[in-house]
């Protein structure tokens, strides 16, 4: 919530930034005396591009397709971002298949240039989520009500597999406030089978401590005990 309005982008964003910065740690710290080690790293860049490019495309197909369907003669900067954004994941691709055929030789590998080129991507969608959850929001807000940009929201995770809803569940249940935890956890057990929130308390694990975990279950448990006896 931002302005008693509902972000779209807030959440899932945390999640993101995060994910961005273990992995830009990893590469910079790797044993790149170690080529095991080495090839760890750079599969987590290639997952970390994955995620990139699907979430712009998912930005590009529910996000930028309403905005614009509200406002067609608008210049959507954030639009020209994931076109660059796309040519970047390219060439980050191209710098970890450089660096896997020289691993592969027993070379040195290349790995400063991959960081560098990796922590320039990672500093410009910074940037571009910031003006999204800013400015792109704000035209949101100005064009539709909470509840359409929530039904923009489920239609895009409806395009995911399950297994990539969870995963960002995951994501976002890790890396956000406290106070967003409890929403997000109160709003999910009213949607999800019993068996599959439940899961994600065990995905949790290790995640979050133990005991933070354990009265995050109970606050959630209770409250939603509370509001069926209140319902009742």
């Known amino acids: 919530m931002q302005h008693g309005r509902y972000n779209i982008y807030t959440l899932i964003h945390k999640a993101l930034r995060a994910n961005m910065f273990d992995v830009l740690v990893a590469?910079?710290?790797?044993?790149?005396?170690?080529?095991?080690?080495?090839?760890?790293?750079?599969?987590?860049?290639?997952?970390?591009?994955?995620?990139?490019?699907?979430?712009?495309?998912?930005?590009?197909?529910?996000?930028?397709?309403?905005?614009?369907?509200?406002?067609?003669?608008?210049?959507?900067?954030?639009?020209?971002?994931?076109?660059?954004?796309?040519?970047?994941?390219?060439?980050?691709?191209?710098?970890?298949?450089?660096?896997?055929?020289?691993?592969?030789?027993?070379?040195?590998?290349?790995?400063?240039?991959?960081?560098?080129?990796?922590?320039?991507?990672?500093?410009?969608?910074?940037?571009?989520?910031?003006?999204?959850?800013?400015?792109?929001?704000?035209?949101?807000?100005d064009h539709f009500s909470d509840e359409q940009i929530l039904a923009i929201e489920e239609q895009l995770v409806a395009a995911l597999t399950p297994d990539e809803q969870f995963d960002a569940l995951i994501g976002m249940l890790t890396y956000i406030a406290h106070s967003e935890r409890i929403e997000l956890l109160h709003a999910l057990s009213g949607q999800m089978p019993p068996e599959v929130f439940n899961q994600l308390f065990v995905s949790l694990r290790g995640r979050l401590e133990d005991t933070y975990l354990d009265r995050l279950v109970m606050q959630v448990v209770s409250g939603s005990a509370a509001q069926e006896e209140s319902a009742a």
């Open 27 to 141: 590469v910079g710290r790797v044993d790149d005396s170690d080529s095991l080690a080495v090839r760890r790293e750079l599969d987590r860049v290639i997952e970390l591009l994955a995620l990139c490019q699907a979430h712009l495309e998912h930005e590009n197909t529910f996000i930028h397709k309403a905005i614009l369907a509200a406002r067609p003669n608008l210049h959507l900067i954030t639009a020209e971002d994931h076109l660059e954004h796309e040519r970047a994941i390219s060439r980050l691709r191209g710098d970890v298949s450089t660096i896997r055929e020289v691993t592969e030789a027993g070379g040195q590998a290349p790995l400063l240039q991959l960081y560098r080129n990796l922590a320039i991507f990672v500093a410009e969608n910074l940037q571009h989520m910031h003006v999204e959850e800013t400015l792109n929001a704000r035209i949101l807000w």
